[in-house]
C-alpha cells in the first residue's frame, strides 16, 4: 500500500499514503505528496470518499480461470494457470475472471463497445 494514490470520489483530489501499520494509514496532504496529513482507518478513508485501487487478482498455479469469449455462445471460456506467456498476457490486458459470470459481463461490455 505505501506510495499508492487515492483519489477523492468527491471532487477528483489525490492523497498519497505515506505509510501504513497495521490498521492506520498515514497520508499525505491533498496539494503536497511529500507532507504528512493525519492517521486513519481504512473505513474511515472510504467514509471520507476515498478511493482504494482495485487489487489485481491471479490464480495459482493449476487454478481454473475464465477468460471472455465473443466466439462461443456462452460468452466464457475457462483455462487452467500455468503461469506461461499467454496467462501473463491475459492478466496484464485484465481478461482474468475469478468466475463465469464476471468473464460473461466482460464480454457484454467489449460486444457493447463494438457495437455502440
Request: hydrophobic share 30%; glycine share 6%; aromatic share 10%.
Amino acid at each position: 500500500m505505501h506510495g499508492q494514490i487515492l483519489t477523492n470520489k468527491d471532487g477528483g483530489e489525490t492523497v498519497k499514503i505515506l505509510s501504513h501499520h497495521q490498521d492506520v494509514y498515514v497520508i499525505s496532504q491533498t496539494d503536497n505528496h511529500k507532507k504528512t496529513g493525519c492517521n486513519y482507518t481504512k473505513e474511515e478513508l472510504i467514509a471520507y470518499g476515498w478511493i482504494f485501487p482495485v487489487e489485481k487478482w491471479a490464480p495459482t498455479p493449476d487454478e481454473t480461470y475464465y477468460v471472455p469469449s465473443i466466439n462461443d455462445k456462452s460468452k466464457y471460456d475457462y483455462e487452467y494457470w500455468t503461469n506461461d506467456e499467454l496467462d501473463k498476457h491475459r492478466l496484464a490486458n485484465n481478461l482474468v475472471c475469478r468466475t463465469k459470470e464476471e468473464a460473461i459481463a466482460l464480454t457484454d461490455k467489449m460486444l457493447g463497445a463494438v457495437t455502440n
